[in-house]
């Protein structure tokens, strides 16, 4: 079989998004969101239309329509096994990544007692935070805190010895900053967390769109993603290891089947979600299939392929726009800039100009029609340890891999017009 690698091609894959050809005014979109949640692959679109004309029906049925959805289900249970390198009774689809972690974390909170210790982290989304801070609380037991460091914008690894210990229940850390960027090094923290017995907790919300995952590679006991930032729908899908979804009691009512997926996810869950969910995936191999060289055969060679192809291209937006705003005055960017360390971040990009307020200045963007965000995303500790939570935070201009060096000479062109006003 041949292992052609066609080169990338900014057309071919745009036009696998519908949303990319909208215009308003007779203006072109820019999606410079993507931080915020991913324009959907029509991929998606197709299979979500799909189950919900095909098979509209509650699972567990005698009938047609409510067999297909078994089925359907099944399926799509399968193919987000395949892209997170999980069982397929490992994955849990819910509501979104948020709900999922206060739902875990009551269960797993259930049995931490006086002298047991947690540690979470400075760089997460506070989804990854505030569910188990409150479940400390309840439980009477230690919150510990791994820093990040505000110059290198990584995490502080040289306390990690000294944060986890014997006392130890729990770790919970950031894959991708959805503020600064940074990618980090969660299998140092994952494995400093198993040395000592813990159990350990990965956010790749945002790093799914940028980085194949591999949970057994990891070694992690949980990770969250949210479909809705890869190019999917609105919904959390949940890794959960065996041993700890077989462990943990379930909060389910009492008629519900005492079985993976179906404890962990009470009540009807959206079964358009899961099947749109397993679209965004086939785009992930579709990619590996069209650029990256993959011939049609391994679902998962394919999506790491499509992924290679994907972050290829993304890190030339990054280089560009890294080198872009280098010799801007008046800007500060929170996470790495320098170009040699460009592969260690994703392309998400939050920064301050001075004396403009950030809500000014994604107001001006939107004029434009470029969509960029500014605040703070639920970063609630980064914002504080940076000093911007109580001042209107940032801007965030963030890419996927459906962005073109184009729109980011665009983005970099207004940057650089407002610096000169700043
Ligand atoms: C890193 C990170 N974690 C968690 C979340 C929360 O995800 P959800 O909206 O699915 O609850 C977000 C959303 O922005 C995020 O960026």
Redesign the pocket.
Known sequence: MSTHTTSWSDTEVRAAFPALSLRDHDQARVYADA??GTQVAARALTRMHASMVNHCANDGGAFRTSQLTDAALQEAHRIAAVFLGAEPDEVVFGL????QLFHFSRMIARDWKAGDEIVLSRM??D??IAPWLIAAQERGIQVRWLEFDVNTFQYRYDTLSSLINANTRFVAC?HA??FLGTINDVKRIIDAAKAVGALSMV?A??SVAHIAIDVKALGCDLL?T?P??YFGPHA?LLYVKRELADRLVPLKVRPAADMMPYKHSPGTPSFEAQCATQGAIEHMAWLGERFGGCPVGSLRSQILAGYAAASAHELTLTQRFLSGVANLNNITLYGISDLDDASRRVPTFSLRLRGLDSRVIAKEFAEHNIFVWDGS??AYEIAGVLGVRDSGGVVRIGFAHYNTLAEVDQIVALLADMSTRA
Do not use: C, E, I, L
């Open positions: 931080p915020g979104n990544t948020t709900t997460d989304h989804a990854n950031n900053s959805n956010d919300v945002q969250s949210s809705y930032k959390g995303f639920y």
